[in-house]
């Protein structure tokens, strides 16, 4: 049985910064690629960022436009987890953050593609 446990999220003013960490437990010795998605009620879960499980190479982490230069996914494969720094925030980013597992290698950026996902962890950014 896996299991994703996201922590770090809460409230923070404009500009400032979050740490989301992204622990996973159980069968993980195989994890392709990590992601974190994103979702506002009543929309539909977006794609922030992926990375694969080699970042030795180019092109092993992907962003959303919109987070690109502001947020940094990086992954620590010795511990099964996957974090998201998320620098200059904006009111625009407040949202669930879910974290999401694959055990296919290369970047994937669908809902679809993704296994196994935590339970989600609340980011709110005031004006």
């Known amino acids: 049985q896996v299991q994703l446990v996201e922590s770090g999220g809460g409230s923070v003013q404009a500009g400032g910064s979050l740490r989301l960490s992204c622990a996973a437990s159980g069968r993980t010795f195989s994890f392709g690629a990590m992601a974190w998605f994103r979702q506002v009620s009543g929309k539909e879960r977006e794609f922030v960022a992926c990375i694969a499980r080699s970042t030795r190479s180019v092109g092993s982490v992907l962003y959303n436009d919109s987070v690109k230069g502001r947020f940094t996914i990086s992954r620590d494969n010795a511990k099964n987890t996957v974090y998201l720094q998320m620098n200059s925030l904006k009111p625009e980013d407040t949202a669930v953050y879910y974290c999401?597992?694959?055990?296919?290698?290369?970047?994937?950026?669908?809902?679809?593609?993704?296994?196994?996902w935590g339970q989600g962890t609340q980011v709110a950014v005031s004006s």
């Open positions: 999401a597992a694959t055990w296919i290698n290369g970047i994937q950026t669908t809902t679809n593609a993704y296994n196994y």
